[in-house]
């Protein structure tokens, strides 16, 4: 008995040189990715780098406002208007809309991943008619900012288009049924 005790201490003597061996050999597994590093560019609605949030804190000093042309310019700036009509029951529903676009050509100077944080204010009675929407919405109700988050590789080129969107509604018609004979 004294003999097979010895021979299992041998073979968990021997099962623990070839653990440690195989944990000595070269790592098999693929090295941890490296995870991007992202920084964030503030940009206003007329593409000026924000060197601090667009909503200061109370008693804060209002954001620093910087134009870089490589970095941030825009293109496609339009503002029209037009009539909308729709029946509702027996009423012709009226508005005139108002539409503010414009978009953002964003470039990516740094050697890393960037996030150009676009804040958009959208004044009372607008509507943000964008695509895509803006990932949040800040400020109360008199004062709201569409806040879009658009990210870039190194040296990328991207755009946004942001365009927002007022209706007037007009006297409201009441449509009457043709009798035909």
């Known amino acids: 008995m ?15 040189a070839t653990i440690a061996g195989v944990s000595n050999s070269p790592q098999s597994t693929p ?5 991007p590093i992202v920084h964030e560019i503030h940009v206003d609605q ?11 804190d109370p008693g804060v000093k209002k954001a620093k406002l910087e134009r870089d042309p490589v970095i941030c310019h825009l293109e496609s700036v339009n503002n029209s ?21 414009q978009e953002f ?22 509507m943000v008619d964008s695509d895509p929407r803006p990932a949040e919405m800040v400020g109360s109700m008199k004062e709201q900012t569409a806040i ?12 946004l288009h942001v ?9 409201t018609k009441i449509i009457q049924a043709s009798t035909q004979k």
């Not at 909308?84 to 539409?99: F, K, M, N, Q, Y």
């Not at 365009?163 to 006297?171: E, N, S, T, Y």
Request: hydrophobic share 40%; aromatic share 6%.
């Open 2 to 16: 004294m003999g097979i005790g010895v021979l299992l201490r041998g073979l968990s003597f021997l099962g623990a």
């Open 31 to 35: 090295p941890r990715p490296e995870y």
């Open 46 to 56: 007329e593409c000026r780098l924000l060197l601090a949030s667009a909503s200061p």
């Open 81 to 101: 208007q037009h009539m909308e009509e729709a029946i509702v029951g027996d009423e012709l529903r009226r508005s005139r809309v108002t539409i503010e676009e």
């Open 105 to 126: 050509v964003l470039q990516n100077i740094s050697s890393d991943r960037t996030v150009f944080v676009v804040e958009q204010p959208v004044a009372p009675g607008w």
């Open 148 to 159: 879009f988050r658009v990210y870039a590789e190194p040296g990328q080129i991207v755009r």
């Open 163 to 171: 365009g927002l969107r007022h209706a007037v509604p007009l006297k």
